[in-house]
């Protein structure tokens, strides 16, 4: 099964956002994105995910995708984006994902510039710096993608 609402997000400066938490999760930082979304020629930099407590702290750029426990995963084209400089930090937990998570997806990655993305783990060991897959739906398609100096 598959959702039928979509969001288009094209050539747009997506920055210096910041999305805060002291209970449970501090995420999309840049874009939280629930449904089935083609963004291309986005800069999505300089957004922070922080979480105070116990909260964690992921997807500092872009998080795209749906819960595992729905019962249709989306479809995600992330093509041509610069997505830098984020940052997920956790100051007593863990911080995941600073570039962007793509989660429960279909997803075609292509052409994106992941640079200096960043996460800082309070207590727990973090993940993802860069990019991240979760939970994927039926297939992923990978071309002409740059990493760099992630942390």
């Given at each position: 099964m598959q959702s039928e609402d979509w969001v288009i997000l094209e050539n747009n400066v997506i920055e210096q956002n910041t999305c805060i938490s002291d209970e449970s999760e501090?995420?999309?930082?840049?874009?939280?994105?629930?449904?089935?979304?083609?963004?291309?020629g986005n800069s999505i930099t300089h957004n922070t995910c922080r979480g105070f407590n116990q909260s964690t702290a992921s997807a500092a750029g872009i998080f795209c995708g749906t819960d595992p426990s729905w019962e249709y995963d989306a479809t995600v084209i992330l093509k041509n984006n610069d997505i830098s400089f984020?940052?997920?930090?956790?100051?007593?937990?863990?911080?995941?994902?600073?570039?962007?998570?793509?989660?429960?997806?279909t997803a075609l990655v292509q052409g994106n510039?992941?640079?200096?993305?960043?996460?800082?783990?309070?207590?727990?060991?973090g993940g993802t710096a860069g990019l991240d897959c979760g939970f994927p739906g039926r297939e992923y398609g990978f071309g002409e993608y740059f990493f760099q100096e992630h942390q």
């Amino acid at each position: 099964m598959q959702s039928e609402d979509w969001v288009i997000l094209e050539n747009n400066v997506i920055e210096q956002n910041t999305c805060i938490s002291d209970e449970s999760e501090a995420s999309g930082g840049g874009l939280s994105i629930w449904c089935n979304a083609i963004i291309i020629g986005n800069s999505i930099t300089h957004n922070t995910c922080r979480g105070f407590n116990q909260s964690t702290a992921s997807a500092a750029g872009i998080f795209c995708g749906t819960d595992p426990s729905w019962e249709y995963d989306a479809t995600v084209i992330l093509k041509n984006n610069d997505i830098s400089f984020n940052l997920a930090r956790s100051e007593a937990n863990t911080a995941m994902y600073g570039g962007a998570f793509l989660q429960h997806t279909t997803a075609l990655v292509q052409g994106n510039y992941f640079a200096e993305n960043r996460i800082i783990s309070g207590f727990f060991s973090g993940g993802t710096a860069g990019l991240d897959c979760g939970f994927p739906g039926r297939e992923y398609g990978f071309g002409e993608y740059f990493f760099q100096e992630h942390q």
